[in-house]
């Protein structure tokens, strides 16, 4: 099955300065990479998201990368905010044409210093 | 996302015991995910359910948990004779289809097993 690695696990980074996570993934097959943000005690919340069929995505201080030769994805986040601190997830998912089960990494644990 | 409703937010069992756990999907939504998280871990696939029918149950444990959604109502995931290993929260996500499409969470059934 699927494996996703997330890294690093822990990331401090002061106010402004940016903010990069990186996920691998296994199978070459998985074509749907989606970032889920998650303070604490509360829901994970859709961030940014991207298919197979582009490299780079922007949304404002988000941006995702994809490199589907090397099979890795990447979260960008630039003028970081202490309203940024929480934990990140990316997930990746195999579209088998019935299904599509999230299989996602271990997380990054953000913290925006002052 | 703030449309998939779960009940309830926290639930306390002791050993031995069963526990419930309702999961509503967004409107016009009629694919549901269930996933555990536990504490200082990322989010664990479950099982995927249609209306009526499981998709996918390939996460889940072998006993003691079964899922369904019926054609009127909420998803229920079901935990019989819970064990101090059940504490966790659970999350249901919704998609309007099962292929790719984004997945909306829901808040978490915290659960504890006293």
């Known amino acids: 099955g699927e494996n996703v690695e997330q890294h690093p696990s822990t990331l401090s980074v002061q106010e402004g300065d940016s903010a990069v996570i990186k996920c691998t993934y296994s199978?070459?097959?998985?074509?749907?990479f989606p970032w889920y943000k998650q303070e604490l005690g509360k829901r994970p919340q859709l961030i940014i998201d991207?298919?197979?069929?582009?490299g780079e995505k922007k949304d404002q201080r988000i941006a995702v990368t994809l490199n589907k030769t090397a099979k890795h994805f990447s979260l960008h986040i630039t003028e970081t905010q202490p309203e940024d601190s929480a934990v990140y997830f990316c997930?990746?998912?195999?579209?088998?044409?019935?299904?599509?089960?999230?299989?996602f990494g271990t997380g990054t644990r953000l913290q925006v210093t002052l | 996302n703030a449309g998939v409703m779960q009940n309830p937010r926290h639930l306390v069992r002791r050993r031995g015991q069963e526990a419930r756990l309702r999961c509503s999907p967004m409107?016009?939504?009629?694919?549901v995910y269930w996933y555990r998280q536990l504490p200082e871990e990322g989010l664990k696939f479950m099982v995927y359910?249609?209306?009526?029918?499981?998709?996918?149950e390939s996460g889940m444990p072998k006993e003691r948990f079964s899922a369904e959604f019926p054609k009127e109502g909420p998803s229920i995931l079901r935990i019989q004779q819970v064990v101090r290993g059940d504490s966790a929260a659970y999350f249901c996500?919704?998609?309007?289809?099962?292929?790719?499409?984004?997945?909306?969470f829901g808040p978490g059934t915290r659960l504890t097993v006293l």
């Open positions: 996500a919704s998609s309007p289809t099962g292929n790719t499409d984004t997945q909306y």
């Open positions: 997930a990746a998912s195999i579209n088998t044409g019935t299904a599509s089960k999230l299989t």
């Open positions: 409107k016009g939504h009629s694919h």
């Open positions: 199978d070459s097959a998985s074509n749907y």
């Open positions: 359910l249609q209306k009526e029918n499981i998709i996918d």
């Open positions: 991207i298919r197979s069929n582009v």
